[in-house]
């Protein structure tokens, strides 16, 4: 497919892979995206899953043929954008690779790969012909040896993982031929999950291509790019910050269902104070990435599990060491368990979050056996305090 002026979509998509990275659900599947300029020199900028290599020469042949491929130019060594370099090297064994000092790190590492190579710094220039690309280097979007490629002739960027999103390319590939619904909520999730952690090396980046004249962004994952470029932006831009909206995620693990009523209760009174965006997830049925995707998108967080082998329910411990690790900021947090015959999840959470540095919020809930009207009034105190905490940010 051409996106513009002889810069051809040669990306292929993955309908049965369940879990990316073997860890989030792909419910929409993937797309590993890879693009062809056909100037007087071919280059071919990313790859993608080996497992895909038949159909993706295929692609490849269809629109140069038998004519040689001149530059491989990586922005990401993740596997399912590298996993073909040995293969393409083996099939255009004069091939000249275009990476960074660390690219070449890991294809050495990774791949065994030698010949001639073209080793970029930031600015760096490749002629194509016609078509003339700009490197820009932006470490830790999400690895350190990631960079961008701008083709200065079209305007188009070639972003690597950044802008990305889960989902399966259904037909069209540009934004302006498909419909784009399912893939808002999927980018959210894939920068909450994938990228969450690096929002200061996201917002440098974003310095570095904001004076750039963009008509289209072709990253490895997701659709190209071109009317919903201010949208996509400010999606990475806003997560980058940790910004939020008002609303409150109650995420509670049960095994008898008394622990889950504390957090209906809780619900029900955030409701009447005012709060209409509520999530609730049971950690044991909804998959973590969703969670997370949500505690990126909302400012509270209320947690609770009932205590087990005298420790935080596992599902529970599970999603905050996943929250901790992403480093979010700007969150607040309350606190409930519950317990037969040894407490201990409520100061376990309350612990751990000396790691989510999250602002708590309300005085913690311990319940005993069941609900009681005691309980039932410490959950609406909760409530009230976490919604009155969100209110004093509309000020």
């Known amino acids: 497919m ?15 892979k369940p879990l990316f990275e073997n860890l989030w659900p792909l419910p929409y599947g993937v797309s590993y995206n890879s693009y062809l300029i056909d100037d007087e020199m071919v280059a071919l900028i990313d790859t993608v899953d080996v497992c ?81 690309l700009r490197f820009s280097l932006i470490p830790m979007v999400h690895w350190p040896e990631t960079m961008v490629t701008f083709d200065e002739t079209e305007g188009i960027l070639f972003s690597g993982d950044a802008f990305g999103c889960f989902g399966a390319l259904n037909g069209g590939v540009v934004d302006t031929n ?29 310095q570095k291509l904001q004076n750039l004249k963009i008509t ?38 049960t095994m008898y269902g008394n622990t889950a009523e504390v957090a209906e209760t809780i619900a029900e009174e955030l409701s009447k104070q005012g709060i209409r965006n509520i999530v609730m997830h049971n950690v044991s049925h909804t998959h973590h990435s969703y969670i997370i995707a949500d505690v990126f998108r909302y400012k509270g967080l209320i947690v609770g599990c ?57 005085n913690p809930i311990e319940m005993k056996h069941s609900m009681k009207s005691e309980t039932y009034a410490q959950s609406k105190e909760l409530a009230i305090a976490m919604a009155e905490r969100l209110k004093a940010d509309r000020k």
């Open 52 to 132: 895909y290599f038949e159909v993706y020469l295929k692609k490849i042949r269809s629109i140069i043929g038998d004519r040689p491929i001149n530059y491989l130019i990586i922005n990401h060594m993740e596997p399912d954008h590298s996993g073909s370099i040995s293969l393409i090297k083996q099939y255009y064994p004069n091939i000249v690779i275009v990476g960074n000092k660390k690219t070449f790190e890991m294809v050495e590492g990774s791949y065994g790969i030698g010949g001639e190579r073209y080793v970029v710094g930031e600015g760096d220039f490749l002629a194509l012909g016609r078509h003339k």
């Open 216 to 253: 289209a962004i072709c990253s490895t994952h997701g659709p190209v790019w071109t009317e919903e470029i201010p949208r996509v932006v400010r999606i990475y831009d806003r997560l980058s910050r940790y910004e939020a909206e008002e609303g409150v995620v109650i995420a509670y693990g």
């Open 306 to 362: 009932p205590t087990y082998n005298t420790q935080m329910y596992p599902e529970m411990e599970a999603l905050l060491s996943k929250l901790a690790s992403r480093e979010i900021k700007g969150r607040y947090m309350g606190v409930f368990g519950s317990f037969t015959w040894a407490s201990a999840a409520v100061k376990k959470i309350t612990e751990f979050n000396d790691k989510l540095k999250f602002e708590p919020v309300g």
């Open 2 to 16: 051409e996106i513009k002026g002889k810069v051809h979509y040669v990306g292929v998509n993955n309908r049965n």
């Open 178 to 206: 498909i419909n784009t619904d399912i893939y808002w909520n999927e980018m959210v999730r894939y920068y909450s999950n994938i990228v969450g952690k690096y929002g200061a090396p996201v917002q440098k980046a974003l």
